[in-house]
């Protein structure tokens, strides 16, 4: 049985010859090193063209807020129908993205103001969300952050990390800490685990969350090893964020498996999408795959006010 599906196949002889993409196609290093974001390669591999001004208003786009899209998930875009795939409407740059309504903010969380130490946002009096990463393998085009992921020039070192550490060993009140980013995921095994272990040094830390997409857009990042990691950290959560049916795969169960198995609680954010997932029938049919594969539908968002994603944005009132 092939290790993927011939779409992937395809796409993975593009990218690189037979052999070595046959061995090389669930590698979550091999997968990064190979992330599109050119449109000339995003083209090539999907074996479309598109027209020279379009592309040339995508380009701008792409100058105030970057593509990164895996291989994995840039398999599953149908390639026949791809201007109202899902999948692509994620992962794809559109012009109206430089869009910005007199609603829209840079930061409509207030992130930054509720920020009193490197990579910490404190809010609400028990809890803190833990800024670890500003990276991701995927740059959803839909993204709350999107003024600061995929900033390479400001990527938290061990020094910034651990003065967020100090931050929470110095506020007792802190019961609860939300490890986000960017990718959480995006760090290596060894990093992590530093994070989590000093995290369950501090007495007054019960539970660590995680906030990752990584079983969506790369699942092959969820391996044995980082299982087995994960596992000296009990008690944490991990929060993933499937927005459509097609993107639970095959690959996509195993990663989940994977961490249910180990007694890992799993949960599930969704975001309200125009045209991606504004319609109760598709809403529906993602919970029940959740569900079967043991992640608890925790969240579904209202796209937020950041800026450029006014296109995004639809009602909840039932038509």
Not at 77 to 104: G, M, T
Request: aromatic share 8%; glycine share 4%; proline share 6%.
């Amino acid at each position: 049985m092939s290790i993927y599906s011939n779409n992937q196949q395809n796409l993975a002889e593009k990218i690189n010859d037979k052999e070595v993409a046959a061995s090389k196609w669930t590698d979550w290093h091999w997968q990064l090193r190979h992330s599109v974001t050119r449109i000339e390669t995003f083209e090539r591999l999907l074996g479309i063209e598109l027209d020279p001004k379009e592309k040339r208003r995508i380009e701008m786009t792409l100058k105030k807020f970057p593509m990164s899209i895996t291989p994995y998930y840039l398999s599953l875009i149908d390639r026949a129908d791809y201007r109202n795939d899902p999948v692509y409407r994620q992962a794809f740059p559109d012009p109206q993205e430089l869009v910005v309504d007199s609603c829209d903010m840079v930061d409509p969380l207030a992130e930054d103001r509720d920020s009193p130490a490197p990579g910490i946002t404190h809010r609400y009096p028990d809890r803190v969300l833990f800024h670890i990463s500003n990276v991701c393998s995927m740059y959803c085009r839909f993204c709350t952050r999107k003024r600061k992921v995929g900033d390479i020039d400001s990527i938290p070192d061990r020094n910034q990390i651990r003065a967020g550490i100090e931050y929470i060993r110095n506020s007792p009140e802190v019961r609860d800490v939300l490890l986000s980013g960017g990718d959480p995921l995006m760090l290596s095994d060894s990093l992590l685990d530093w994070v989590l272990t000093e995290l369950g040094q501090i007495e007054h830390v019960q539970v660590i969350r995680i906030g990752t997409r990584m079983p969506v857009v790369l699942p092959y990042r969820i391996t044995d090893d980082l299982v087995e990691m994960l596992k000296k950290h009990h008690p944490i959560w991990i929060n993933t964020h499937f927005n459509h049916p097609r993107e639970m795969t095959s690959s996509a169960k195993a990663a989940l498996k994977k961490l249910a198995d180990a007694s890992i609680p799993l949960g599930n954010q969704s975001v309200l999408l125009a045209g991606v997932n504004d319609c109760q029938r598709i809403v529906k049919s993602l919970v029940h795959k959740l569900v079967e594969n043991r992640v608890r539908p925790y969240y579904l968002y209202q796209c937020d006010l950041s800026e450029g994603l006014s296109h995004f944005r639809t009602p909840v009132v039932v038509q």
